[in-house]
């Protein structure tokens, strides 16, 4: 089974440095951040990004079900069918957030990297090719939906809540379907922003 391609190397030590000329290292200066960049903000990080989220919401899903559903007709195994769905939906629920979290730890690497290789040297001419505008726009735009979403899950789903006519089980299904949008929102657009503000810096 063919895994994702490694990272490339940081820049060799100056003392093992091998360009031609001064042109042949930005050339591959450039090359590396521009292939770190796509990894980071690229479409295809964009959509696994937001699949994850999906994945975990999906998880969410289940154990909501297991809050919502009446077992009352089922007793005496409703509670123990309840406590099998919740644990099905956090088993699902928890593999796209582990997921998450190592390519939290690959992106930290790769900023490593990105600012290991922008160092070497000063190239204003290829900077605006490395500011990937449309790219950053797409993880803000994406990351405010998110967001919004999250937050009318989060707070005015349960604000408007009524006795008697939803549960609390509803209630808190919303709240987490809602915390999980927003924080996956709040990582989405740290990714853009920290990304606008490395290539400004440039």
């Given at each position: 089974?063919?895994?994702?391609?490694?990272?490339?190397?940081?820049?060799?030590?100056?003392?093992?440095?091998?360009?031609?000329?001064?042109?042949?290292?930005?050339?591959?200066?450039?090359?590396?951040?521009?292939?770190?960049?796509?990894?980071?903000?690229?479409?295809?990080?964009?959509?696994?990004?937001?699949?994850?989220?999906?994945?975990?919401?999906?998880?969410?899903?289940?154990?909501?079900?297991?809050?919502?559903?009446?077992?009352a007709g089922l007793a005496p195994f409703g509670?123990?069918?309840?406590?099998?769905?919740?644990?099905?939906?956090?088993?699902?629920?928890?593999?796209?957030?582990?997921?998450?979290?190592?390519?939290?730890?690959?992106?930290?690497?790769?900023?490593?990297?990105?600012?290991?290789?922008?160092?070497?040297?000063?190239?204003?001419?290829?900077?605006?090719?490395?500011?990937?505008?449309?790219?950053?726009?797409?993880?803000?735009?994406?990351?405010?939906?998110?967001?919004?979403?999250?937050?009318?899950?989060?707070?005015?789903?349960?604000?408007?809540?009524?006795?008697?006519?939803?549960?609390?089980?509803?209630?808190?299904?919303?709240?987490?379907?809602?915390?999980?949008?927003?924080?996956?929102?709040?990582?989405?657009?740290?990714?853009?922003?920290?990304?606008?503000?490395?290539?400004?810096?440039?």
């Amino acid at each position: 089974m063919s895994r994702r391609p490694p990272l490339p190397p940081p820049p060799p030590p100056v003392e093992l440095r091998s360009w031609p000329g001064h042109a042949a290292m930005l050339a591959d200066r450039a090359a590396v951040l521009s292939d770190l960049g796509r990894r980071s903000l690229g479409g295809a990080a964009l959509a696994v990004f937001w699949l994850l989220v999906a994945g975990a919401q999906l998880g969410w899903g289940v154990v909501g079900l297991a809050l919502t559903s009446d077992f009352a007709g089922l007793a005496p195994f409703g509670v123990l069918l309840r406590a099998a769905l919740g644990a099905i939906g956090v088993g699902v629920m928890a593999a796209p957030v582990i997921i998450l979290g190592l390519s939290a730890r690959r992106q930290r690497r790769t900023r490593s990297l990105m600012d290991q290789w922008a160092a070497l040297a000063s190239d204003p001419a290829g900077a605006p090719r490395l500011r990937m505008a449309g790219a950053s726009l797409s993880w803000l735009l994406t990351s405010f939906a998110s967001g919004t979403a999250g937050l009318w899950l989060a707070l005015v789903v349960p604000a408007t809540a009524r006795a008697g006519e939803d549960t609390y089980g509803a209630v808190a299904y919303a709240m987490g379907a809602g915390t999980l949008l927003w924080l996956a929102a709040l990582t989405g657009a740290a990714r853009a922003v920290r990304h606008y503000r490395w290539a400004i810096r440039l």
